[in-house]
């Protein structure tokens, strides 16, 4: 018998069903939009998000300006929380606190009372304890808003307009920068100085077509509010200014300061922006604990209102610029700061823009709000003209107009049949006072009156004019340049640019102590250094059954160069060789040589040297000492060999070398011009030398003229210049060599 299954209950007729995919689809998208909007990008035209401009409309509903006395910051919170931006008062606070701290933004728009931080990292105190109002800029922000310049729309519940822009007199995206995270995208813009983002401003208005090349002569960098200096290449800058990503490196500013006896000390008094002075300090004080920063002997913050952070150094024959780089390479005193200038276009639009086009978007946002302010004027001036005109024609029939009001029992629409008058005129006339009525008054309407019919004129010329209504904007943008010069002390540039010096070698070989060292590696591989360049190693002691292979003499400054019998190269630190107390330690331990290879050569680098590298084949080429570098343990493949050929040459080829002699096991030598010999990175090179039987023992570049050397057994030099008889090409067999060569074959005589 089958279980009943009670059927499902009836669906309610007020309820769909959606589909889950596209329900989630639909209402992330819509978060995603809301955040993108109304949250974190800024709108290119006033550079500001929500937030801020509802901070910034609310505090002018509280009459905050400039003059005006402070206000409690959770009056301006609470107000814009309860009003306009039901997202928590905390986060309303922290954005109102941003904007009144010097180090936070390089125009603060508020003026705050208090404390607001530092730039320790402490943060502001609760808005209950603090006051805040309006600065200038804010004020040109604001500028015309009364005056029918931007649209409004209702807020979250309907019951009060905010303004969906501001009228933003002042670049200030650009100026204060911005940064935020939305869904699926970021901005992040740094400040920069308002009198060069005028000047570009004004360039683009005389030349529409200008590039981003020609504007980042005027505006030729971020203007970090914290100062520091920028050390981009001019290219660098130009090419994140005309995609709009990049990014600019900005480090501390410093000096060396003179202690007396010798001594000194640097002063770093600024940080890079947004770096919290407590924290970078401190990580200084962890890698000096650790040992990573050995040239620096103690830090310590004698910062008052200005920074003043000083660094002494361990011994005062430290240089300083190399300590310097050191704490860049290893702290924030380095900061690297992003540039993504992706903001709402229009308002609407999330979009990268380039230099040009942000500061585009901005003159034509002052152009549509030059435009509905001249008409807003315009219907003032209409509405003020009407009342001016009935006033003048009470004036012209004063005697009647008294009659009637005095015996019309509706005055109203006797004056506007008699006259032909307006509503508006009318009213204007009745509710004239009889002090009014003098001659003197009379006067002065008509004078304002012609004044506005004046300026009435002008305003319409404007609004036909495009050319009229660019040179009034020019004039704004001249008058904002002036009031935000480099000649004031917030217009004033504050970040520097500068070159970072040209430190070649790696900075942990530039801290090592330059001393001499005698490197010695035995014939299995067992390497150390003795200190001192040793002249007799005849007493050095090896391990039983080894035997003494390569003495070097070296700096500990000096990269050590390996070359096994696979034909690999490795590198090793002089400074890191095992002392020279017993045998040394195996190479192995060093570097990831085979077991079964030999150590063919072992030299010092020397950068831009070359060498000529030969298998037992005969197979060989020309290399640079520098493609020979490896970085890592495993060495780098140069010249490919496979067994059982080996690698068997490594010599140094000498500036104006012009020949090689090649000698073979068949005791076969032959020399060849050097221009036969390829130069290459990586290979197996070509035929030097044919061999019927074995193959090559050794070769040597040498000079013609200068003749050809070989020490033999004994260590006694010998020198040959007549040496037609083994001149051939490359790949020949070549002949027996002259009398007195060694048995070994080999050149070196070792």
Known sequence: MSKHVPPPPPRAPDIEPVELKEALEERYLAYALSTIMHRALPDVRDGLKPVHRRLLHVMRLLRLDPSAAFKKSAKIVGDVMGGYHPHGDQSIYDALVRLAQDFSSRYPLVDGQGNFGNIDGDGAAAYRYTEARMTDVAGLLLDGIDEDTVDFRPNYDGSVQEPIVLPGAFPNLLANGATGIAVGMATSIPPHNAAELCDAALHLIKTPGATVEKLTQFVVGPDFPTGGIVIDSRESVVEAYKTGKGAFRVRARWSQEDVGRG???????????????????????????????????????????????????????????????????????????????????????????????????????????????????????????????????????????????????????????????????????????????????????????DSLIKEQKGLKGLLKSDEQQWARISDEIKGIKEKFSKKTALGRRRTDFAEAPDVEADLEEMLTEKEPVTVVCSEKGWIRAMKGHLEDTSALAYKDGDAGRFVVKAMTTDKIMLLSSSGKFFTLDASRLPGGRGHGEPVRLMADVDAADQIVALFV???????????????????????????????????????????????????????????????????????????????????LQKFKDGGLSDAQAFRMKDGLTWVDSSGREFNVTDLAEWKGERAQAGRMPPKGFPKNNRFSGA
Not at 278 to 284: A, D, F, H, N, Y
Not at 319 to 328: G, H, N, V
Not at 355 to 382: G, M, P, Q, T
Not at 408 to 427: G, H, I, N, S, W
């Open 263 to 449: 001594g000194w000390q640097i002063v770093i008094t600024e940080i890079p922006y947004m770096v919290q002075k407590s924290k970078l300090i401190e990580r200084v004080a962890e890698l000096m604990t650790d040992k990573k920063l050995p040239l620096i002997g103690d830090i310590r913050d004698e910062s008052a209102e200005d920074i003043r952070i000083v660094i002494e150094p361990k011994t005062r024959n430290v240089d300083a610029t190399l300590l310097m780089e050191q704490l860049f390479r290893n702290t924030e005193f380095e900061s690297r700061i992003p540039l993504n200038m992706n903001v709402l276009s229009g308002g609407k639009v999330p979009k990268v823009m380039s230099l040009r086009d942000v500061l585009k978007e901005w003159l034509d946002h002052r152009k549509d709000v030059l435009v509905r302010r001249s008409n807003f004027r315009l219907a003032e001036i209409a509405r003020r003209l009407e009342v001016l005109g009935g006033y003048l024609i009470a004036y012209l029939n004063l005697d009647e107009v008294i009659r009637i009001i005095r015996e019309e029992d509706e005055p109203k629409p006797a004056l506007m049949k008699r006259f032909e008058l307006t509503d508006v005129q009318a009213e204007a006339i009745l509710n004239m006072r009889l002090r009014a009525l003098r001659k003197l008054e009379e006067m002065e309407i008509r004078r304002e009156n």
């Open 605 to 687: 680098h020397q950068p831009g040297a070359k060498r000529l590298l030969a298998s037992t084949e005969g197979d060989g080429f020309i290399v640079s000492e520098d493609e020979c570098v490896a970085n890592t343990r495993k060495g780098k493949q140069v010249l490919n060999v496979r067994a059982p050929v080996e690698a068997q040459v490594c010599v140094p080829v000498p500036d104006g070398s012009d020949h090689v002699a090649t000698i073979g096991e068949n005791r076969k030598m032959l020399i060849l011009k050097l221009s036969e010999v390829p130069e290459m990175a990586r290979g197996k090179g070509v035929r």
